[in-house]
């Protein structure tokens, strides 16, 4: 079944203690990106890729690092969380740049 | 500055009849439009896209219309059915550059039996 995967789907954690969130997609997908989900805000980007190793900043890219080392996983980390990091992340992914995207189920994050 | 607004938040349509979600845009660099629907905890999921050289596409129930002249474009469900209950976001692409998609924030649809 081809699907966008996120890892874990609900996380609590405290200011400063680094975390990552994982994203893999089974498709073969070039094109890769998260975004957050906050209430009144609807969907920003915050980083995607366009292939391994080419990774670009969207629109709120502050406080949030990606790496892009194989073609199917796209981990978002988060080196230092803070409160206003609190929000709800989607991952996804496209046959290119333009296409249609498909993502994850999402991960909810609570900084405390 | 937001460049692409939803304006209705929720929206509220009986089973059986139309329901009308809109969209504007301001950047006059988009030329493809799309729409994503969302189920509460889950991802969003394409729904229908429009190109700018059309002013119309159609998908069973689904329509969107385009009216660029107006920066304007709407997704039509008929008719409308208690499952259709979502969260909708439009989102729009530039032609050029790197193809970033600008989203809405969301109409949330109800769909009352």
């Known amino acids: 079944e081809a699907q966008v995967t996120q890892n874990p789907r609900y996380l609590i954690t405290v200011t400063g203690k680094k975390l990552t969130v994982t994203c893999s997609q089974n498709?073969?997908?070039?094109?890769m990106s998260w975004y957050r989900q906050d209430p009144g805000l609807g969907l920003r980007q915050i980083y995607y890729?366009?292939?391994?190793?080419?990774?670009d900043k969207g629109d709120v890219p502050e406080g949030y690092k990606v790496s892009r080392k194989e073609k199917r996983n796209f981990p978002l980390i988060l080196e230092s969380p803070s409160p206003n990091q609190t929000s709800l992340y989607f991952c996804?992914?496209?046959?290119?740049?333009?296409?249609?995207?498909?993502f994850g189920p999402g991960t909810r994050l609570l900084v405390l | 500055d937001q460049q692409v607004k939803q304006n209705s938040p929720s929206l509220s349509v009986q089973e059986g009849r139309i329901s009308i979600l809109n969209c504007d845009y301001t950047?006059?660099?988009?030329?493809?439009f799309l729409w994503y629907k969302k189920y509460p905890a889950e991802g969003p999921t394409f729904l229908i896209s429009?190109?700018?050289?059309?002013d119309k596409n159609e998908d069973g129930r689904f329509t969107v219309f385009l009216n660029k002249s107006a920066k304007h474009l709407s997704l039509h469900i008929v008719p409308s059915q208690p499952g259709d209950s979502a969260v909708y976001f439009c989102?729009?692409?530039?032609?050029?550059?790197?193809?970033?998609?600008?989203f809405g924030r969301g109409t949330s649809l109800i769909v009352h039996p």
């Open positions: 996804a992914s496209s046959w290119d740049l333009g296409e249609t995207q498909y």
């Open positions: 498709m073969n997908h070039e094109y």
């Open positions: 890729s366009m292939n391994v190793e080419v990774t």
């Open positions: 950047n006059s660099m988009f030329d493809y």
């Open positions: 429009i190109s700018s050289i059309k």
């Open positions: 989102a729009a692409r530039p032609s050029g550059g790197s193809y970033i998609p600008t």
